[in-house]
Antibody, heavy 121, light 106 residues
Framework: EVQLEESGGGLVQPGGSLRLSCAAS????????MNWVRQAPGKGLEWVSY????????YYADSVKGRFTISRDNAENSLYLHMNSLRAEDTAVYYC??????????????WGQGTLVTVSS | DIQMTQSPSSLSASVGDRVTITCRAS??????LNWYQQKPGKAPKLLIY???SLQSGVPPRISGSGSGTDFTLTISSLQPEDFATYYC????????FGQGTKVEIK
């Protein structure tokens, strides 16, 4: 079964740091681009970051650029999001998402269950 | 960034109704438009990609159409499991989502 499982969320103070992890299984992780997408409580979906299969191409939303870093370890079938200088507006459920990137651009076909990040003092 | 606007923001419908949700892009995105369904407390699920291609496992009562700036998601006969929030997403450039359309039981 194709699965993505996030971990690492929790409560952090403003200005703090956190590292999210995503463990992939059931598919050839190294063949797929991956993304992080977040959803603030009661709000809509916001794309956060993209990384290509070989890590050669990386993109960030303007709202997190310079503060967040996406990375992956294909040997460990894992995706990461390092988050620094966290703000209250970063409070959200963070989803690890597989990307079919191809003829139709970034299509998000497999989603993890999400991990909640709460930034509060 | 390309802005995506969905309408309506919410709607009430009955089982068996035909439901249509519209998504408009702030500039032409060709057919780079995808639709997702999200139920409370769950992750989104891909329904439609490339404006009209049905994702594997999605029932054929769900369909998508459109190109350029105007797109539509149609559920031909609403079923109990279809009550959820639906999001469009453009994949022409840096991904952006519509604000969502909540489909509620009348």
């Amino acid at each position: 079964e194709v699965q993505l499982e996030e971990s690492g969320g929790g409560l952090v103070q403003p200005g703090g740091s956190l590292r999210l992890s995503c463990a992939a299984s059931g598919f050839t992780f190294s063949s797929y681009s991956m993304n992080w997408v977040r959803q603030a409580p009661g709000k809509g979906l916001e794309w956060v970051s993209y990384i290509s299969s070989s890590s050669s191409t990386i993109y960030y939303a303007d709202s997190v650029k310079g503060r967040f870093t996406i990375s992956r370890d294909n040997a460990e079938n894992s995706l990461y999001l390092h988050m620094n200088s966290l703000r209250a507006e970063d409070t959200a459920v963070y989803y690890c998402v597989r990307d079919l990137y191809g003829d139709y651009g970034s299509v998000f076909d497999i989603w993890g269950q999400g991990t909640l990040v709460t930034v509060s003092s | 960034d390309i802005q995506m606007t969905q309408s309506p923001s919410s709607l009430s419908a009955s089982v068996g109704d035909r439901v249509t949700i519209t998504c408009r892009a702030s500039q032409s995105i060709s057919s780079y438009l995808n639709w997702y369904q999200q139920k409370p407390g769950k992750a989104p699920k891909l329904l439609i990609y490339g404006a009209s291609s049905l994702q594997s496992g999605v029932p054929p009562r769900i369909s998508g159409s459109g190109s350029g700036t105007d797109f539509t998601l149609t559920i031909s006969s609403l079923q109990p499991e279809d009550f959820a929030t639906y999001y469009c997403q453009q994949s022409y450039s840096t991904p952006t989502f519509g604000q969502g359309t909540k489909v509620e039981i009348k």
